[in-house]
């Protein structure tokens, strides 16, 4: 199986671009000006969301750099002491909503201070798949397109994160602990 599973890794784009091109041609539309149509289309989006890629990554970075993390930590220490949560996951919760480039980063923190096998680790990795960078997704989506009132749909993307965190932790205990 697995050595199916790398050959089928090695052929499926050249057979996902030849299915492409062949259909083009069966449907008699010009393949090559289209993706060069939608790649000067994706250029235009892309400058348009610098200001709010920009805007992310800074809030993450002074997160971080303000000891604001640390903070909490502090004082949710407490809660995740009785919940038996790690304290260490607690900046993949705050994070995660933030930026997934920073998660990562913690992830890997988390793996190189706890270990692979630790509880920790596998906490921190399911929270990691379980949840989404909201606000990255809401500033950057929306921006692109030009919607500037999301409140709603932010609200809705934080109560997901929310109900992934608790999903995360409740599937972890049972499984891992």
């Known amino acids: ?23 083009a041609l069966i449907k008699k539309t010009p393949a090559y000006e289209d993706f060069t149509i939608g790649a000067a289309d994706g250029f235009k989006i892309a400058i ?15 997160l971080r750099a303000s000891g604001a993390i640390d903070i909490a930590q502090k004082i949710l220490s407490p809660v995740f002491d009785f919940f ?15 930026s997934g480039s920073a998660t990562l980063g913690v992830l890997a923190d988390i793996i190189n201070q706890t270990g692979v096998n630790s509880y920790a680790t596998k906490l921190a990795a ?11 997704v809401a500033s950057v989506y929306f921006g692109a397109i030009g919607i500037k009132k ?6 809705a993307g934080i109560l997901a994160d929310i109900v992934g965190l608790i999903a995360a932790i409740i599937v972890c205990s049972i499984f891992f602990s």
């Open 150 to 155: 999301f409140r709603h749909a932010l609200l």
């Open 1 to 23: 199986m697995i050595n199916f599973l790398n050959s089928l890794s090695i052929y499926i784009l050249p057979i996902i671009i030849g299915t492409i091109l062949i259909y």
């Open 84 to 98: 038996k949560i790690p304290i260490e996951t607690s900046t993949i919760m705050l994070t995660r909503s933030l």
């Open 126 to 136: 399911v929270i990691t798949g379980s949840s989404e960078t909201t606000f990255y």
């Open 48 to 62: 348009k969301i610098i200001p709010y890629l920009i805007a992310i990554m800074v809030c993450t970075a002074a």
